[in-house]
């Protein structure tokens, strides 16, 4: 082949290539999606309606804090109660994020301002034992290790504060939600 032609093919391949490359968009990132149940109370929620974080659940709120400030966190979302806002109210003023309250009797509310959220979005949820699992599962992640409530159904062990759920939301042509259970 002449060295003149080969060239010029050689500098046609790389235009095609970089003309690719340019009109090619770059993947959307996902939302990542932090769910967790309030923390440690003063009284049993199964006796009170709405009592106060106990010295233990404050500091397990500054733990969440901690662990979270960094994560490039945009979305704040906790139920009504008083015990998920004020689990978020160190992260909350940590990153300067206003708590943003959904009833925890619309799960489909939370779901759908989840699913809305632009990409690249970080957003944390503070829900109850009996909330969280059925998010989790509404935005194509799994927990294990639940207890069957006959009211409820799947919740978390009411003595169990301590789990932190990540759902990486399915972008583009991924074809499931990514899960990866914590505790702090």
Do not use: W
Request: overall charge negative; glycine content about 8%.
């Amino acid at each position: 082949m002449n060295h003149a032609l080969r060239a010029a093919l050689v500098a046609l391949a790389c235009l095609a290539s970089s003309v690719a490359t340019l009109t090619t968009p770059a993947p959307e990132p996902p939302v990542s999606v932090f769910l967790l149940r309030h923390a440690e109370t003063e009284a049993s929620t199964q006796t009170e309606r709405d009592p106060a974080l106990s010295d233990e659940g404050e500091a397990r709120a500054r733990a969440l804090a901690k662990l979270l400030a960094k994560a490039g966190v945009t979305h704040l979302f906790s139920s009504e109660r008083e015990r998920t806002r004020a689990t978020l109210a160190p992260l909350a003023e940590a990153t300067g994020i206003e708590v943003q309250a959904v009833p925890a009797g619309d799960p489909g509310a939370q779901v759908e301002k989840l699913r809305a959220l632009a990409p690249g979005s970080v957003a944390v949820v503070a829900g109850h034992s009996n909330t969280i699992p059925g998010l989790v599962a509404a935005l194509g992640g799994t927990m294990d290790d639940l207890v069957d409530l006959p009211r409820y159904g799947e919740a978390i062990y009411h003595e169990s504060y301590d789990r932190l759920v990540l759902v990486t939301l399915a972008v583009g042509g991924a074809s499931a939600a990514k899960t990866i259970e914590l505790r702090y």
